[in-house]
């Protein structure tokens, strides 16, 4: 699976939106962008995945690049409950098969009141 | 659904003892995942199962760590003997393996402590 990075920490104020940047430069054709978030003390937890198209969910947006070398992920209002780790993942997919899941050290999101 | 099921929540045990951790996967999931965090090394996946099948353990530290998954709705994580060097907390996994781009999910994890 192809490399990702990202800054190691950010922050924004409660009720602004928040934008989470992630690079993967070396990603392939058939790898999808994943991304989770760890609140303090709790498993890691799913937010949204996207192969070219922006996606868009209950949680949040991924916006990624034409050139797919890179992605970011919006959290549209911050809330002090989104402060939490979140990682960005590229992984083969690939129907029938399976492929693991390896996080990286991910970016430290601190919403302020 | 309760989601993934582990437990115990927290284990304090000594050093030199055997330590077991379960993991009751999400019904129907036939992919599940053992993974050891610490502020060190971050999240590592130690071990993954298909269809209660060993994929890979290249992540498993050495031979004291051990995994099996019986059948589909239980899994162990066997420590013997434990180290204070094996204190983390331990998450497991499940997934569906049916379709593309299912999602993971995680279990509360076990926070275990070697003294």
């Known amino acids: 699976d192809a490399k990702t990075t990202q800054p190691p920490s950010m922050d924004c104020a409660e009720g602004r939106a928040a934008n989470l940047p992630c690079n993967h430069s070396?990603?392939?054709?058939?790898?999808?962008v994943y991304w989770y978030r760890q609140i303090h003390s709790q498993g890691p937890q799913y937010i949204i995945h996207?192969?070219?198209n922006n996606e868009t969910n209950e949680m949040a947006s991924l916006i990624i690049t034409e050139d797919r070398k890179s992605s970011t992920l919006i959290l549209p209002h911050a809330t002090l409950r989104d402060t939490a780790v979140y990682y960005c993942?590229?992984?083969?997919?690939?129907?029938?098969?399976?492929?693991?899941?390896?996080f990286g050290k991910g970016i430290t999101l601190s919403v302020r009141p | 659904d309760a989601g993934v099921i582990q437990s115990p929540r927290h284990e304090v045990t000594e050093m030199g003892q055997e330590v077991t951790l379960r993991c009751k996967p999400i019904?129907?999931?036939?992919?599940l995942f053992w993974y050891r965090q610490t502020m060190m090394r971050g999240l590592e996946l130690l071990i993954y199962?298909?269809?209660?099948?060993?994929?890979?353990d290249s992540g498993m530290p050495e031979d004291r760590f051990s995994a099996k998954m019986p059948n589909a709705s239980f899994s162990t994580l066997k420590i013997q003997p434990s180290e204070p060097r094996d204190s983390a907390v331990y998450f497991c996994?499940?997934?569906?393996?049916?379709?593309?781009?299912?999602?993971?999910?995680f279990g509360q994890g076990t926070r275990l402590t070697v003294v």
């Open positions: 993942i590229v992984r083969v997919e690939r129907a029938g098969a399976n492929s693991k899941l390896t």
């Open positions: 199962f298909n269809n209660n099948v060993p994929i890979d």
């Open positions: 019904s129907g999931h036939n992919s």
């Open positions: 070396t990603i392939s054709g058939n790898e999808y």
């Open positions: 996994a499940s997934r569906s393996q049916g379709g593309v781009n299912t999602e993971a999910f």
């Open positions: 996207g192969l070219k």
